[in-house]
Nanobody, 122 residues
Framework: HVQLVESGGGSVQTGGSLRLSCAASGYTGSRYCMGWFRQITGKEREGVATLVLSTTTSYADFVNGRFTISKDIAKKTLYLQMDSLKPNDTAIYFC?????????????????WGQGTQVTVS
């Protein structure tokens, strides 16, 4: 059984940075797709970034070079470095693992999900 626990959310001013972490237990292996998603209040959950084989990444268009997804295999932790944050990045950010579809942000068919961490940009 896989458990995902996000951390690193918080409040930041426009233009600031945050690094989200997702600690995975009961799971190893870089061949499985992992990703970050977010849900803005009143909107559907949307993909932010995905990663497979530790080096193959994919980003949503709105990221526009501001975010970086990465993984520390030894620590079993997925990261999302977010720079140049904007107020419309305010959302709950979720970590997900083991995609049952293609490893791209547009696919939200993941087997495991974390509980989410709040990011607020003002």
């Amino acid at each position: 059984h896989v458990q995902l626990v996000e951390s690193g959310g918080g409040s930041v001013q426009t233009g600031g940075s945050l690094r989200l972490s997702c600690a995975a237990s009961g799971y190893t292996g870089s061949r499985y797709c992992m990703g970050w998603f977010r849900q803005i209040t009143g909107k559907e959950r949307e993909g932010v970034a995905t990663l497979v084989l530790s080096t193959t990444t994919s980003y949503a268009d709105f990221v526009n070079g501001r975010f970086t997804i990465s993984k520390d295999i030894a620590k079993k932790t997925l990261y999302l470095q977010m720079d140049s944050l904007k107020p419309n990045d305010t959302a709950i950010y979720f970590c997900a693992a083991v995609s049952t579809g293609p490893c791209v942000p547009g696919n939200n068919r993941f087997r495991y999900w974390g509980q989410g961490t709040q990011v607020t940009v003002s």
